[in-house]
């Protein structure tokens, strides 16, 4: 799933000794993924900060705790620390953290990003304009925030109910509303003004 190459492993353990705290680990999470967003991150985990379903993975003198809900997005990744004159930077890469994943399991909240990136997205594109997942309320409501040429457009109401709503209703029986949070007040890159 994930790989720390040895320099990464050393660089990692040294940094992880100079924490002062007895089995100190590391948690390693996708925030975002499977959307444009996404962001791969590597944070201290210290005993009794892993979370339940992390997959724990012994490295050379530290264990890793990775996300259950972001294994998906791990697949492929790779930890590598490289020396330069300044000390050197460890990287991460993960091809697949921003690709979406789904399956029957998958959570409410991915399917509904997995329909606005790859069905409603490319065709807000086409004016500019992009819509993203902000919240998701207990009783499955879908809370969008609307960007760029979608932003103070005239047309906002017609996109929202005509084509975003009606698609996530029809594909998401689960979900029980979609509301828009867009500021459309601000309308310097509206498509239609």
Avoid: W
């Avoid at 975002?32 to 201290?44: L, N, Q, R, S």
């Avoid at 069905?119 to 925030?145: C, K, R, Y």
Wanted: a negative charge; hydrophobic letters at 35%.
């Amino acid at each position: 799933m994930i790989e720390i190459t040895d320099s990464g492993q050393i660089y990692l353990s040294e940094l992880l000794a100079k924490q002062d705290c007895e089995g100190i680990g590391i948690r390693v999470f996708v925030l975002d993924g499977g959307t444009p967003k996404a962001e791969t991150c590597i944070a201290f985990c210290r005993p009794g900060e892993e979370q339940e379903g992390d997959e724990a993975i012994q490295f050379k003198g530290f264990e890793a705790f990775v996300e259950v809900k972001s294994k998906v997005y791990l697949e492929g990744a790779v930890v590598d620390f490289s020396k330069d004159s300044m000390g050197g930077q460890l990287t991460i890469k993960a091809p697949n953290s921003r690709m979406p994943k789904i399956s029957d399991d998958s959570s409410l909240q991915d399917r509904i990003n997995y329909i606005l990136y790859n069905e409603i997205n490319p065709g807000l594109q086409s004016h500019g304009g992009h819509v993203t997942l902000e919240d998701l309320t207990e009783d499955n409501i879908a809370v969008l925030q609307f960007g760029g040429g979608c932003q103070g457009c005239g047309m906002v109401d017609v996109t929202l109910k005509d084509g975003v709503e009606k698609t996530l209703l029809e594909q998401l029986p689960e979900l029980t509303a979609v509301r828009d949070i867009t500021d459309h007040s601000i309308q310097e890159n509206a498509y239609y003004k």
